[in-house]
């Protein structure tokens, strides 16, 4: 039984170091902060977080909310930005109401990366059920996850 308890702790552990965590401005490596400094020189609202093994920083770009990952090295991995619906292209859109009619959109975002270009994202919901997706420009699904209910979520981070 002892063993059972100190594995399932040992596993507890590793999984909670799976989620970011957010760290104060003198840990991110100077490589990070110089990358970011260049590649958004009007951000505002600054906040820092450890993804993995990635820096996430959240911040405000022209009052546009906006999230930017780089590597310890300072190589810039991804940036996402917030968009209304209405700035999704036609072939997006589309494609969410083909193909999951009768969900509702929220949280929209145009996901830009290093490795896999142009891609947006999204939480679509019904009553029942909710995905976040990724779709291509051309309105494919690229990736689609079952989002966790509220009461899961608010259980997870009270873990944390």
């Keep these: ?4 308890i100190v594995l ?6 590793v999984s909670l170091m799976g989620f970011t965590q957010k760290i104060t401005p003198d840990k991110v490596p ?26 996430e920083i959240n911040f ?27 700035d999704l292209p036609k072939e997006v859109s589309a494609s969410v109401t083909k193909n999951f009619a009768g969900f509702k959109i929220s ?10 270009g142009l891609c947006y994202e999204m939480d679509l919901k019904n009553d029942k059920e909710g995905y976040e997706v990724q ?4 309105g494919d699904i690229l990736k689609k996850h079952t989002l966790k209910k509220e009461k899961e979520e608010k259980e997870e981070n009270e873990k944390k």
């Design 135 to 138: 779709f291509s420009p051309k």
């Design 30 to 55: 100077a490589p990070v902060k110089q990358a970011f400094t260049k590649k958004f020189p009007a951000a505002t609202d600054v906040k820092y977080e450890m993804e993995k093994k990635d820096y």
């Design 107 to 116: 949280e929209v975002a145009k996901v830009e990366s290093s490795d896999k």
């Design 8 to 13: 399932l702790s040992a596993c507890l552990l």
């Design 60 to 86: 405000k770009d022209k009052g546009v909310e906006m999230s930017a990952n780089f590597d310890a090295a300072g190589k810039w991995l991804e940036t996402e930005t917030e968009i209304k619906q209405s």
């Design 1 to 4: 039984m002892k063993k059972i």
